[in-house]
C-alpha cells in the first residue's frame, strides 16, 4: 500500500460524520468611504497612498518622490523614469539590484490595505520582494470592500500561476515586538489611487 | 523518578523560567500587549462573531471530507503542473524532502516558517545529510543561530530580549558588539540573509492554506521572506500538514480576515501568496503530511484540534504561558493548543501539559475556530489519571480530596479541625515543602465557622423571627 492510500485510508476510517459546508456572506460595508478608509489602513500598515488625477502625473510624482533612485524598473510601459530591462533579464537574480519598481495593482482592498498584485502583470515573480522600494499603479475605481469580494473578482486562471495580495511593506516585529520596516523585502510601499 | 529527557516537566521548567523576574514580567507584558492589539482590530470587524463560527463549521466540514478533499487538492495541482508527495509520518516527510533535494543536486537550502518542519525535525536531518539549512524568518534565524527551539508558533523569539539577539549576532553574524537597536540588528539580518536567498539552490516554505477547488496554496508573512526564496531558487518545496486544507477559494476571504487579526492585531499580514502553478524553469512540490493527524481525526473528544489555523492567539492570552515561556512546554506548539496536541503524540511524555491551564477558557474565547480548548484540557486530565500518568503528589492529593469530598462528616470534621488548628500552628508546619499552595502565597485566614455553619445559623435565626 501507497503511502497516500494509507493515508486516505485512515481518513476515511476516522472522519467524523458529514456536515454542511456554510455559505459565507459578503459583509459589504457601504456605510465607510472605501478610499479614505483604504488610505488610512494603508498609513497603518506602514504605506502610503496618493491619489492622482491620471496616469500621466505617475512620472512626476516618482521624480519628486524618489530623486535619489539609481536603478528603477517597471512593468507599466508608460513608466519613463524606468531605467533597467527587466524584460530583457531572464535570470531573476540579476534583479538584486533595483531600488524601486513601479507596478500596476489589478484591484485593492479597501478593509485591509492590500492590492492583489498576480504574475501576468510582472515580468519576475520575484519583483515585489527583491527591489527596496515599491510603488502600485492603481485605479481607484478598482476597490472592493473586503476579503470576500476581493475572491470573487479574483481569477486565478488569469494569474499566470501566482499571484500576491500586497498590503505595505515588508516588515518585523521579531526582535522584542519592535516594529521594523524593511525586513527582507520593500522597505516602502507607495500606492497611486489613479483617477481614470 | 521520571527523567526530563523523557518527560516533559512543565512546572519544573516553567520554575526556572520566572527565576528573572523582570523578564518574566516583560513577556508577561509583551504578549498580552498583542492580545490587546488583537482586541482592537477584531472590534473593528462587526460580523466578527458570526465569522469565527462560519470558520468553525467550515473546519468541521473540511474534517467530515477530509479524504475527498485531499484527493480533490492533489488532482488539482498535478494539473498545474505541481508534483505531489504523501508523508504518513515525519521521517518520510524528511526522506522525500531529503531525495527532491538531492535529485537536484541541492546544496543550500533557504526555509520560511513552517512549524511543521519543526515537528518533524527536518534541520538537523538534512544538515546531517550534508545540506546548509537556512531560516530565512527574522524570530527563527535568530533561534537557529542560537540551537534553540521556537518559543512561540508566530513570534518564535519572543522569550529573547534585544540584547540577547546583538549578543547572538555579533557572535554569528559579526554586528557591532554591544549593539541591540532593533533596527540596526534587522538591517544586519537583512544583509546576512540576502546573501543566502541569492546563494539558494531551493526553497522550502510552509502553508497556511491548501484550497482543494484549485489545487493551490496561500503562504503569509510580513517579511516577504517565502517569496524571496520560492521565486529565486529554482525548486520550491512547500510541506503541509494535511488539516490545512479548505474547501473554496472564497473561503480565504474568511480565514485571511481572522488570520493576521487574531494573531497580531493586523488587518492582514504584508504578503499573502498564492501558488498556483510553479514558474518557467522551476519545480513546485507539496508534501502532505499525516504524522499522527489521521489518528487525531478518529478521537472524537479531541479531533477539534484540528482545526487550528496556527494563530497563536491563545499562547498571547494564556495566563500559564505568558508567565511560563513557550520552551517549558518541551513541545513544538507551545501553549493551550500545543497542550492538547502533544499528549496525542505520546502521553506519557507530554503528560503534564494539559495541567498548565487554569481552565479559565480564554484561550477557546480567542480561538478563531472556536476550538473548545480548556474542554479538551480537562479531558486529557482525565485520560492522564485514568492511565495513571499523573505524578505521585498530584495523585496522593487527589485521592485523599476525593475521599474526604466523598464521605460528608468525615469532611466536615477535617474543615472544623483546620479552622481551629491552622491560626495554632507554628509557621513551618504550614509553610513548607509539603504545601504548594503556601510557596509564593499566604494562606488566608481561617474563617471561624464553615459556609454550612453559618447558613444552618441564619436558618434557625430566620425560624425564630417567624
Redesign the interface.
Known amino acids: 500500500m ?3 492510500e ?3 485510508q ?13 455559505d ?2 459578503d ?1 459589504e460595508r457601504l456605510d465607510v468611504d472605501w478610499v479614505e478608509h483604504f488610505k488610512e ?1 494603508l498609513v ?2 506602514g504605506g502610503q497612498a496618493i491619489e492622482l488625477e491620471s496616469d500621466v502625473e505617475v512620472n512626476l510624482r516618482i521624480q519628486e518622490l524618489f530623486p535619489d533612485m539609481k536603478v528603477i524598473a517597471s512593468d507599466i510601459p508608460s513608466v519613463e523614469v524606468a531605467n533597467f530591462d527587466l524584460n530583457g533579464t531572464t535570470d ?2 540579476l534583479l ?1 539590484d533595483i531600488d524601486l519598481i513601479v507596478i500596476r495593482g489589478e484591484f485593492g ?1 479597501a ?4 492590492v492583489w498584485v498576480p ?1 501576468s502583470s510582472l515580468s ?3 519583483l ?3 527591489t527596496q522600494h515599491a510603488v502600485i499603479v492603481l485605479d481607484k475605481s478598482q476597490l472592493v470592500w ?7 473578482r ?1 481569477d ?1 486562471d488569469k ?20 516594529l ?1 520596516i ?5 522597505r516602502s510601499l507607495v500606492v497611486f489611487l489613479v483617477n481614470k | 523518578m521520571k527523567n526530563d529527557a523523557q518527560y516533559t516537566n512543565h512546572s519544573g521548567k516553567a520554575a526556572a523560567f520566572v527565576q528573572d523576574e523582570a523578564r518574566t514580567d516583560w513577556h508577561d507584558g509583551a504578549l498580552w500587549f498583542v492580545r490587546y492589539k488583537r482586541d482592537i482590530q477584531i472590534k473593528k470587524v462587526p460580523e466578527w462573531e458570526t465569522m469565527r463560527e462560519l470558520a468553525s463549521q467550515i473546519k468541521a466540514n473540511v474534517l467530515a471530507n477530509l479524504d475527498k478533499y485531499l484527493i480533490q487538492f492533489e488532482e488539482n495541482a498535478l494539473k498545474n503542473g505541481v508534483q505531489v508527495h504523501w508523508a504518513k509520518d515525519a521521517r518520510e516527510h524528511n526522506e522525500i524532502v531529503l531525495n527532491i533535494l538531492k535529485n537536484k543536486g541541492v546544496k543550500k537550502l533557504v526555509k520560511s516558517k513552517s512549524m511543521l518542519t519543526e515537528e518533524c525535525h527536518l534541520n538537523p536531518f538534512l544538515i546531517e545529510n550534508g545540506i546548509e539549512v537556512v531560516d530565512t524568518d527574522l524570530g527563527e534565524r535568530i533561534v537557529q543561530l542560537r540551537d534553540e527551539a521556537p518559543s512561540h508558533i508566530v513570534l518564535p523569539a519572543i522569550h529573547l530580549k534585544k540584547e540577547d539577539v546583538g549578543a547572538t549576532f555579533h557572535k554569528y553574524l559579526g554586528s557591532e558588539e554591544g549593539a541591540k537597536d532593533p533596527k540596526y540588528l534587522t538591517e544586519v539580518a537583512r544583509g546576512h540573509l540576502r546573501e543566502k536567498f541569492l546563494a539558494a539552490d531551493a526553497a522550502l516554505t510552509g502553508v497556511n492554506f491548501a484550497v482543494a477547488e484549485t489545487g493551490g496554496i496561500t503562504v503569509c508573512t510580513n517579511e516577504g521572506n517565502a517569496d524571496l526564496g520560492a521565486h529565486l531558487a529554482p525548486v520550491h518545496i512547500a510541506s503541509m500538514g494535511m488539516e490545512k486544507l479548505i474547501p473554496r477559494q472564497s473561503d480565504l476571504g474568511l480565514f485571511l480576515r481572522l488570520l493576521a487579526r487574531n494573531a497580531t492585531g493586523q488587518p492582514i499580514t504584508s504578503f499573502s501568496s498564492h501558488f498556483f502553478k510553479p514558474n518557467v524553469g522551476q519545480e513546485l512540490h507539496f508534501v502532505i503530511v499525516d504524522n499522527g493527524r489521521s489518528e487525531q481525526l478518529g478521537r472524537a473528544d479531541f479531533r477539534k484540534s484540528l482545526y487550528c489555523i496556527r494563530c497563536g492567539a491563545c499562547m498571547n492570552t494564556c495566563p500559564v504561558y505568558r508567565r511560563s515561556g513557550g520552551h517549558s512546554y518541551g513541545y513544538t506548539v507551545p501553549g493551550p493548543i500545543g497542550s492538547i496536541l502533544s499528549p496525542g503524540v505520546d502521553l506519557k511524555k507530554y503528560s503534564s501539559l494539559p495541567f498548565a491551564s487554569t481552565l479559565c477558557g480564554s484561550c477557546s474565547d480567542v480561538c478563531p475556530v472556536k476550538i473548545d480548548i480548556h474542554h479538551q484540557l480537562y479531558k486529557w486530565r482525565q485520560i492522564i489519571a485514568q492511565e495513571n500518568e499523573l505524578p505521585l503528589s498530584k495523585k496522593i492529593s487527589m485521592k485523599v480530596t476525593g475521599f474526604l469530598f466523598s464521605h460528608p462528616s468525615l469532611y466536615r470534621f477535617a474543615g472544623k479541625t483546620a479552622r481551629t488548628m491552622l491560626p495554632l500552628m507554628p509557621r513551618f508546619l504550614v509553610y513548607n515543602k509539603l504545601n504548594a499552595w503556601g510557596i509564593h502565597r499566604e494562606v488566608p485566614v481561617a474563617p471561624k465557622q464553615s459556609f454550612r455553619e453559618w447558613y444552618i445559623e441564619q436558618q434557625k435565626k430566620g425560624a425564630n423571627k417567624e
Open positions: 501507497t503511502s497516500k494509507y493515508i486516505l485512515r481518513v476515511k476510517q476516522n472522519k467524523p460524520e458529514q456536515t454542511l459546508l456554510p459565507v456572506p459583509f489602513t497603518f500598515v531573476p537574480h538584486k482592498v478593509e485591509n490595505a492590500a504574475a519576475h515573480r520575484v515585489p520582494f527583491i473586503n476579503m470576500h469580494q476581493a475572491y470573487k479574483l486565478i494569474a499566470n500561476g501566482f499571484g500576491v495580495f500586497i498590503s505595505g511593506p515588508s516588515k518585523t516585529a521579531d526582535i522584542e515586538q519592535s521594523v524593511g525586513a527582507h523585502g520593500s
